[in-house]
């Protein structure tokens, strides 16, 4: 069990599952919303997440017709975003999770807009854009 939360910790969420991807996406949209160089993320089964505190915190904002950014309220703390062509993928953001967990399956991606002051020198594999699906990939 993975468990987090935001900042103020009026928001707390449980995942009943693993972290099987990290995506580091460098958009300026996601730059923006995380006021950070880029922002680490890991689509999980919506069905096996869920806000065990503060759900009346939780906000929505939507850049983009088709994507919630969920937030608290109250400190501010991204906690997931939801695409609704995507029903039943979030992406929760990996800084709220308090729970110890490793995943060797990490990549960056949209570095063809990264932040001009920012190096990426981890080795880790770097898309223009997305990263291409995988004949392996659901």
Not at 45 to 62: D, H
Not at 121 to 136: F, I
Request: proline share 7%; aromatic share 8%; charged share 25%.
């Amino acid at each position: 069990m993975i468990v987090g939360g935001c900042l103020c910790g009026g928001i707390r969420f449980e995942y009943d599952g693993d972290i099987e991807e990290i995506s580091m996406c460098h958009c300026a949209m996601c730059r923006k919303a995380q006021g950070s160089a880029y922002v680490a993320v890991s689509p999980v089964a919506a069905e096996k997440f869920r806000i065990t505190r503060g759900r009346e915190l939780l906000k929505a904002y939507r850049a983009v017709p088709e994507k919630a950014r969920m937030f608290c309220a109250h400190c501010g703390s991204p906690i997931y975003s939801a695409n609704d062509q995507l029903p039943g993928i979030i992406r929760l953001r990996l800084g709220t999770i308090e729970t110890p967990f490793t995943c060797d399956n990490a990549y960056h991606a949209f570095v063809d807009s990264k932040a001009d002051w920012e190096v990426i020198a981890d080795g880790l594999p770097q898309y223009a854009e997305r990263r291409p699906v995988s004949p392996t990939q659901p």
